[in-house]
């Protein structure tokens, strides 16, 4: 009771130019000159990454920026150079991304600019998006899981995805990748609830449309496709497939 109330988030439109332009106060010019200096990354040109994956869970309720700093100094102490950073859309956006949160998207500006610092690439990752999303409410799940067939979320995501490569355009693939959609043939994201059956081609549209977005605002953006929970490797090339070749 005594702990001091968070201050209010500033919620904006997605219209506002603010929610493309990253605070040039937080990932300043001579952070992005340092991370330019880092290992490029290309499709062909890939360095080996080994590190850990930090973040939240689907009950995800801030982003914590001093918790991340530590990590990352951490981490490059030890030698390690990658991090993937888990995040759940709702924290940077409504459910219809029809509004950003200004306040996290700098918190999110801060977790990039930290790993730039301790040379540390970062692949942000959305666990949640539009149509797939999960949390726990008074103990039980609850959740929507129908963005592979429902193309209003498909374009909630085109939206966001896009706003977010506008807003980064400028930061180095040698520091930040994206992995837009989480486990995509996890078809609930494991919480037993009903879902609207898909194909491997619908993800794959769904990618690849989403791929184009993206590649529209930051052409050079590398960007990661995980198509399964399961750790078998075999599974994970399968299931791939239908993506690699749309």
């Known amino acids: 009771d005594s702990a001091p109330e ?8 997605v219209d506002d130019p603010q929610v493309v332009q990253y605070d040039a106060s937080i990932l300043t010019p001579e952070i992005l000159t340092a991370a330019s200096n880092m290992p490029s990354l290309t499709g062909e ?9 930090l973040g939240g869970s689907y009950e995800q309720t801030e982003i914590d920026v001093g918790a991340f700093s530590l990590d990352a100094r951490k981490l490059s102490e030890y030698g390690f150079n990658c991090a993937r950073y888990m995040l759940v859309y709702d924290l940077l956006f409504d459910r219809s991304v029809d509004t950003a949160n200004l306040t996290n998207l700098r918190k999110l500006d801060a977790i990039i600019a930290w790993a730039s610092r301790y040379r540390i690439h970062l692949n942000l990752v959305t666990i949640t998006v539009p149509g797939r999303w999960s949390v726990t409410d008074d103990y039980s799940s609850v959740g929507e899981f129908d963005l592979f067939t429902n193309e209003e979320r498909q374009a909630e995501v085109r939206r966001m995805w896009s706003l977010l490569a506008e807003r ?11 992995q837009p959609i989480w486990e995509c043939s996890n078809t609930n994201l494991s919480t ?16 690849a449309d989403l791929t184009r977005s993206i590649r529209n605002c930051a052409p050079d953006r590398f960007i990661l496709y995980e198509p399964t929970a399961n750790n078998a490797w075999e599974d994970t090339i399968r299931e791939a497939e239908a993506v690699k070749t749309a």
């Open 6 to 13: 968070k201050a209010d988030a500033e919620i904006v439109s």
């Open 45 to 53: 040109d890939r360095p080996v990454w080994n590190g850990a994956v």
């Open 168 to 178: 980064y355009r400028d930061v180095p693939s040698s520091v930040l990748s994206f």
């Open 192 to 207: 037993g609830l009903p879902a609207d059956p898909y194909t491997f081609e619908d993800v794959a549209k769904v990618y």
